[in-house]
């Protein structure tokens, strides 16, 4: 099988790692991952923040860049409901405004073949046990668009779980924004630290060694609040976690 | 831009308001405890019910059909009052209606009322307008008499004083309850029991001696004219039918077709508000009857930039409200910031959406209610009638920094977007320009990469609200597209490491 990569602009520029990380372990269970050098951004800065015009041509070029391929798998629950919750009514929205279906058209073939990559391991190679190796305590931090525009359930701790070495403690208040929100953590950074902050101390009470999500934005946002509390936790990408064996253990 | 009033003028924005509620710990203390209780609770309640699901969704249905068909039904409504012997006025907007209850109340040569707690008469400040005509009104609801007691605003929906602890109303009885009418007991304390006796003793006094109640209504029937209350104190009740004049304002979105319709939201609306199966209380009132009750009803339909919502097709769901409060107690902004922070009787998450609709986006804090949201989407999770509050949220944003086409007064106007997102705007052109251009991006992604060991701790400009409370990530030597071209996608062995 042969899939295209969407690593979202913010991994590709900031966590390169993270994209490592999912080739070696999409490679190691025999898929083939192709990196469409031409994909750039899902749009859904613009679309949250209230330019929703500027967000259509940014959809567009990623419906031209990805169309073709069988699969697109990306390792961000919140891109990955960009494209399959947002896109749609994108579509609707231009139709609605009289500008015809052509928006819709581009767009509609890209969203049902878009996984996040927990849903694409589960759902579409039907794995849970990845062959990982991460000797560490980890708790699992449910991002919102994950947790309830794709709606992941269980399937990212389902393969946490079956990760050998790995002691999963679970998260007081789990379900709970992080505060991050994208322009919302610039916009309300009083409200947004403070959710921080509390989200870290939830973390840190679990004595976890790390904290894990599938969205670098919020880990970001987790991890600064992190260093700057001085916890001594680290946030971790899901898919590193998955990345890592015995022989190539993730960082 | 028509002046729709709903409290609480010249408010700043959101983001400076809200900053004073998240360092006062006493304040986070008392919402964190309130919020997380009541919203376990509430999750337990509803999840008893096999068919909630389908409940929503029903909920959701009768509001929209009804909105809908709003002026078939609110007429139905008025034949249906006038025919039970009420008498029904039509208010379109907060000044015609404060005149209306007024006058009303002067008929009856009375200078005091008692009140249920109502959101709609907040929404107009009835009790100030009262006040200005030498008319005292006097809060009954518990919560809504310490709030008044206290000087103070009500910062939710449901439980007006949920920012005061026990201590705090105490204090608020004992200082102030003699100013009022009957002082507080001697030796009061803060046991839930005692500051409840103190309550009732103050406010018997008062509905023994009103003449006028004055009342909200939650749902209101077209098909009989009756109108309904639930509540869990039974205050409420004794303002509807111990006075001799019922004046009742409600805004016109609170009609549901018949009764059977009842039928749906006296399930969904006490599970979602105060985690119960049933409320204590459900009163309900038809014009007026001989042998009991008031002798005289007035419904007061009030307007206020309702109609002008409902023109909006993607912002009208906010109609559908039920004011059970259930998004604000799962809210992790409204959490933190509080109620006052949002400048409006309505708070929290649908207060963001409903407050900029009803009263446009022109000033500081209307422009800034769309943006107190992580869009995080716990409220549209919880929201009983499936009100898409992040849709909407995104939507009212677009206004603000695009403008657009909206109805105001009844009128179609063209906004302005809002002062201050200049900078902004441009920045998001820019980075739609460079995104459409991959190349762009890549020298972008090259620059940063290069000049990383330069980059500041500390950001400046809008930048600096990142780096006041949070580090930044360093930024990698290599982005992930220069090492999958220089690597292969990892294949040249050589590559990987690097």
């Given at each position: 099988?042969?899939?295209?990569?969407?690593?979202?602009?913010?991994?590709?520029?900031?966590?390169?790692?993270?994209?490592?990380?999912?080739?070696?372990?999409?490679?190691?269970?025999?898929?083939?991952?192709?990196?469409?050098?031409?994909?750039?951004?899902?749009?859904?800065?613009?679309?949250?923040?209230?330019?929703?015009?500027?967000?259509?041509?940014?959809?567009?070029?990623?419906?031209?860049?990805?169309?073709?391929?069988?699969?697109?798998?990306?390792?961000?629950?919140?891109?990955?409901?960009?494209?399959?919750?947002?896109?749609?009514?994108?579509?609707?929205?231009?139709?609605?405004?009289?500008?015809?279906?052509?928006?819709?058209?581009?767009?509609?073939?890209?969203?049902?073949?878009?996984?996040?990559?927990?849903?694409?391991?589960?759902?579409?190679?039907?794995?849970?046990?990845?062959?990982?190796?991460?000797?560490?305590?980890?708790?699992?931090?449910?991002?919102?668009?994950?947790?309830?525009?794709?709606?992941?359930?269980?399937?990212?701790?389902?393969?946490?779980?079956?990760?050998?070495?790995?002691?999963?403690?679970?998260?007081?208040?789990?379900?709970?924004?992080?505060?991050?929100?994208?322009?919302?953590?610039?916009?309300?950074?009083?409200?947004?630290?403070?959710?921080?902050?509390?989200?870290?101390?939830?973390?840190?009470?679990?004595?976890?060694?790390?904290?894990?999500?599938?969205?670098?934005?919020?880990?970001?946002?987790?991890?600064?609040?992190?260093?700057?509390?001085?916890?001594?936790?680290?946030?971790?990408?899901?898919?590193?976690?998955?990345?890592?064996?015995?022989?190539?253990?993730?960082? | 831009?028509?002046?729709?009033?709903?409290?609480?003028?010249?408010?700043?924005?959101?983001?400076?308001?809200?900053?004073?509620?998240?360092?006062?710990?006493?304040?986070?203390?008392?919402?964190?405890?309130?919020?997380?209780?009541i919203?376990?609770k509430r999750?337990?309640a509803v999840?008893e019910v096999?068919?909630?699901?389908?409940l929503?969704?029903a909920g959701?249905?009768i509001k929209?059909?009804t909105l809908?068909?709003l002026?078939?039904y609110l007429?139905r409504l008025e034949e249906s009052v006038t025919a039970a012997g009420g008498t029904v006025h039509w208010a379109?907007?907060?000044?015609?209606a404060n005149?209306i209850v007024t006058?009303l109340v002067?008929e009856t040569?009375e200078?005091e009322v008692v009140k249920v707690k109502s959101m709609a008469t907040q929404e107009i400040e009835l009790n100030?307008?009262l006040?200005?005509?030498?008319i005292h009104a006097y809060e009954t609801d518990l919560a809504e008499l310490i709030v008044q007691l206290?000087?103070?605003?009500p910062?939710h929906i449901l439980v007006p004083a949920i920012?005061?602890?026990?201590?705090?109303?105490?204090?608020?009885?004992?200082?102030?309850?003699?100013?009022w009418g009957r002082?507080?007991?001697?030796?009061?304390?803060?046991?839930p029991a005692?500051l409840a006796e103190a309550a009732r003793l103050h406010l018997r006094e008062k509905f023994l001696r009103a003449k006028v109640g004055v009342s909200g209504a939650n749902f209101m029937v077209a098909e009989t004219g009756t109108l309904v209350v639930v509540e869990s104190e039974g205050n409420g009740r004794m303002c509807l039918t111990l006075p001799e004049t019922l004046i009742s304002v409600v805004g016109i979105e609170k009609i549901v077709p018949t009764w059977r319709d009842l039928e749906v939201f006296l399930q969904t609306l006490p599970r979602s508000s105060t985690a119960e199966r049933m409320n204590p209380y459900t009163s309900t009132w038809t014009g007026t009857t001989d042998a009991d009750g008031p002798r005289a009803f007035h419904l007061v339909l009030l307007d206020n930039?309702r109609?002008?919502?409902?023109?909006?097709?993607?912002?009208?769901?906010?109609l559908r409200c039920i004011r059970c409060s259930a998004?604000l107690n799962?809210?992790?902004?409204?959490?933190?910031?509080?109620?006052?922070?949002?400048?409006?009787v309505y708070?929290?998450?649908i207060?963001?959406?409903?407050?900029?609709?009803?009263?446009?986006?022109?000033?500081?804090?209307?422009?800034?209610?769309?943006?107190?949201?992580?869009?995080?989407?716990?409220?549209?999770?919880?929201?009983p009638v499936?009100?898409?509050?992040?849709?909407?949220?995104?939507?009212?944003?677009?206004?603000?920094?695009?403008?657009?086409?909206?109805?105001?007064?009844?009128?179609?106007?063209?906004?302005?977007?809002?002062?201050?997102?200049?900078?902004?705007?441009?920045?998001?052109?820019?980075?739609?320009?460079?995104?459409?251009?991959?190349?762009?991006?890549?020298?972008?992604?090259?620059?940063?990469?290069?000049?990383?060991?330069?980059?500041?701790?500390?950001?400046?400009?809008?930048?600096?609200?990142?780096?006041?409370?949070?580090?930044?990530?360093?930024?990698?030597?290599?982005?992930?597209?220069?090492?999958?071209?220089?690597?292969?996608?990892?294949?040249?062995?050589?590559?990987?490491?690097?």
């Amino acid at each position: 099988m042969r899939v295209a990569l969407f690593l979202t602009c913010v991994n590709d520029t900031l966590y390169p790692d993270t994209g490592r990380a999912v080739v070696k372990l999409l490679t190691r269970l025999g898929v083939e991952v192709d990196f469409p050098m031409a994909q750039t951004c899902c749009g859904q800065a613009h679309y949250n923040t209230g330019y929703r015009h500027e967000a259509e041509p940014l959809a567009e070029h990623f419906a031209d860049v990805f169309r073709d391929y069988e699969a697109i798998v990306t390792p961000s629950g919140s891109c990955g409901a960009m494209v399959r919750e947002l896109y749609p009514r994108m579509g609707e929205r231009a139709r609605a405004q009289g500008r015809g279906d052509a928006l819709a058209a581009t767009l509609a073939p890209v969203v049902p073949k878009t996984y996040e990559l927990t849903e694409f391991l589960v759902d579409v190679l039907g794995v849970t046990d990845v062959g990982a190796y991460y000797p560490h305590t980890v708790t699992y931090h449910p991002t919102c668009h994950g947790l309830r525009s794709l709606g992941l359930g269980e399937r990212p701790r389902r393969l946490l779980q079956a990760v050998r070495g790995l002691e999963l403690v679970e998260l007081p208040g789990a379900e709970e924004c992080c505060g991050f929100g994208g322009t919302f953590a610039l916009k309300n950074p009083d409200v947004s630290a403070a959710m921080g902050a509390d989200k870290v101390r939830n973390a840190e009470s679990t004595g976890a060694e790390v904290l894990c999500a599938a969205d670098n934005s919020c880990l970001m946002h987790i991890g600064g609040t992190m260093t700057r509390l001085r916890t001594g936790m680290r946030p971790v990408h899901l898919a590193e976690i998955l990345a890592s064996t015995k022989e190539e253990p993730a960082v | 831009m028509s002046g729709t009033f709903v409290g609480m003028p010249g408010f700043p924005a959101f983001p400076s308001a809200a900053r004073e509620a998240v360092h006062d710990t006493t304040l986070r203390g008392n919402l964190r405890h309130a919020t997380h209780t009541i919203r376990a609770k509430r999750a337990k309640a509803v999840a008893e019910v096999s068919d909630w699901a389908e409940l929503r969704e029903a909920g959701k249905r009768i509001k929209d059909h009804t909105l809908r068909h709003l002026d078939h039904y609110l007429v139905r409504l008025e034949e249906s009052v006038t025919a039970a012997g009420g008498t029904v006025h039509w208010a379109a907007d907060a000044d015609e209606a404060n005149r209306i209850v007024t006058g009303l109340v002067r008929e009856t040569g009375e200078s005091e009322v008692v009140k249920v707690k109502s959101m709609a008469t907040q929404e107009i400040e009835l009790n100030e307008a009262l006040e200005a005509a030498g008319i005292h009104a006097y809060e009954t609801d518990l919560a809504e008499l310490i709030v008044q007691l206290g000087r103070d605003r009500p910062s939710h929906i449901l439980v007006p004083a949920i920012h005061r602890n026990r201590g705090e109303i105490r204090d608020i009885f004992a200082r102030e309850m003699g100013d009022w009418g009957r002082p507080a007991p001697e030796g009061l304390t803060d046991t839930p029991a005692g500051l409840a006796e103190a309550a009732r003793l103050h406010l018997r006094e008062k509905f023994l001696r009103a003449k006028v109640g004055v009342s909200g209504a939650n749902f209101m029937v077209a098909e009989t004219g009756t109108l309904v209350v639930v509540e869990s104190e039974g205050n409420g009740r004794m303002c509807l039918t111990l006075p001799e004049t019922l004046i009742s304002v409600v805004g016109i979105e609170k009609i549901v077709p018949t009764w059977r319709d009842l039928e749906v939201f006296l399930q969904t609306l006490p599970r979602s508000s105060t985690a119960e199966r049933m409320n204590p209380y459900t009163s309900t009132w038809t014009g007026t009857t001989d042998a009991d009750g008031p002798r005289a009803f007035h419904l007061v339909l009030l307007d206020n930039g309702r109609t002008d919502t409902l023109a909006d097709e993607v912002g009208r769901q906010a109609l559908r409200c039920i004011r059970c409060s259930a998004c604000l107690n799962v809210c992790p902004v409204y959490e933190r910031a509080g109620g006052h922070a949002y400048g409006s009787v309505y708070p929290g998450p649908i207060g963001a959406i409903l407050s900029p609709q009803l009263r446009g986006t022109a000033s500081e804090i209307d422009a800034s209610l769309p943006y107190a949201s992580s869009l995080c989407g716990a409220c549209y999770e919880v929201c009983p009638v499936a009100i898409d509050i992040p849709e909407v949220l995104v939507h009212l944003r677009e206004r603000v920094v695009e403008g657009g086409e909206v109805t105001r007064g009844g009128n179609k106007v063209v906004l302005r977007p809002a002062k201050g997102h200049a900078a902004e705007r441009a920045a998001m052109r820019a980075a739609r320009w460079a995104f459409t251009r991959p190349g762009a991006l890549r020298t972008g992604q090259r620059l940063a990469s290069r000049t990383r060991r330069l980059h500041p701790r500390t950001l400046p400009g809008p930048g600096r609200a990142w780096s006041g409370t949070r580090d930044l990530p360093p930024v990698p030597a290599e982005p992930f597209r220069d090492w999958w071209q220089r690597t292969r996608g990892g294949n040249d062995v050589k590559g990987t490491a690097g």
